[in-house]
């Protein structure tokens, strides 16, 4: 189950439908981004969204999921293209960038929803590719 679960959350992201991905959540989810401070709560997660839809346009591309014998732990690692739309905060001017990296993600479930997620992935590669 967790695998499909991984599927169902990278497939509403692609599909830019926040509210089934918001979905899958559990409703303390702990978000550890890449950079940054950790939130917590499904409307943390979803103001994050909202930023992250409005600064970028991203899919996941060829996700390769991996899940614990025991079903409580999972990591995702996949392609991650986009397009720089607005300037985030004091990273590089937007001007339409297009951009991709490796991503790997780290998961945690618990009453069938996720209840961690954790992003990775080389700031200095995305700034290389938007500078």
Known sequence: MSAALLETYYSAFNAGDKAAMLATLAP??????????ARVGIAAFGDFWDHMARCYREAV?????????DGAHGAAEFKLT?????TD???????????ALRVGAFFDFADGKIARVSNHYNLNDWLGQVE
């Open 28 to 37: 303390d989810v702990l978000h550890e981004p890449s950079q940054g401070q």
């Open 61 to 69: 591309v060829d996700p390769v999921f991996m899940v614990s014998a």
């Open 82 to 86: 986009g397009t720089y739309l607005e």
């Open 89 to 99: 905060g004091d990273l590089p001017a937007a001007r339409g960038q297009d951009y």
